[in-house]
């Protein structure tokens, strides 16, 4: 089945500061999505972007599907930005996702 | 616009009990619904689909099974937890199998 690696597992940052969160998966896809954990445990949709740029706010995604990677950019970095941020690809039939392990974020002011 | 609401938010479970969880969604008809769990510390896996009323596919062999009686309803339910099958387990939809999956608030749960 579908691998997907994210990197790096864990980040600390200054509030302030700008990251890059990084998902490989091995093969092609239909759908990728990007998810924030809050605290809670809910599961927040950043992005759905099996390809491409898209931007929201301090946010932006982008994904290569044909060198299967995506990116996560976080700018200016602050503490609600805290928490686990999943990558999530579909399954060859569609039917599921898969996730990475995460990247837990830590930003202290 | 569309909602999901799953509940309860947490529960504490002995060895044994039976086991209901519920999940519903507003504002669509005919999602596809999805059960997740998540173990402590990793990452979410996939235990059951459903494409419609009454259609339900399992993805791992398991203590749990699931159930679709209404369009827009989906329950997770065990006959007798095992300590194994506490965790985080959270509900999601979307409008077609591979498009964007939306999820619930989740519920933790603790057999003990």
């Known amino acids: 089945g579908i691998q997907v690696e994210q990197s790096p597992p864990d980040l600390i940052l200054q509030e302030g500061a700008n990251s890059t969160l990084r998902c490989n998966f091995s093969d092609s896809v239909n759908n990728l999505q990007w998810f924030h954990q809050n605290p809670w445990g809910q599961l927040i949709n950043l992005f759905y972007i099996p390809s491409g740029t898209k931007q929201n706010g301090r946010l932006s995604a982008t994904t290569v599907a044909t060198e299967r990677y995506s990116l996560l950019y976080i700018s200016s970095s602050q503490t609600t930005d805290s928490g686990v941020y999943f990558c999530?690809?579909?399954?060859?039939?569609?039917?599921?996702?898969?996730f990475g392990k995460g990247t837990t974020l830590s930003v202290s002011s | 616009s569309q909602t999901i609401h799953q509940w309860p938010a947490t529960l504490v479970q002995p060895v044994g009990s039976p086991l209901s969880l519920e999940c519903t969604v507003e504002g669509t008809s005919n999602p596809n619904l999805y059960w997740y769990r998540q173990a402590a510390g990793r990452g979410l896996q996939l235990l059951f689909y459903?494409?419609?009323?009454?259609?339900i596919s399992s993805e791992v062999p398991q203590n749990l099974s699931a159930s679709r009686p209404q369009d827009r309803q989906f329950i997770l339910s065990s006959k007798k937890l095992l300590l194994s099958d506490s965790g985080f387990y959270l509900c999601?939809?979307?409008?077609?199998?591979?498009?964007?999956?939306?999820f619930g608030q989740g519920t933790r749960l603790t057999v003990v």
């Open positions: 999601a939809w979307s409008v077609h199998l591979g498009t964007e999956a939306f």
């Open positions: 459903s494409v419609g009323i009454g259609q």
């Open positions: 999530a690809v579909d399954n060859q039939a569609g039917t599921a996702l898969i």
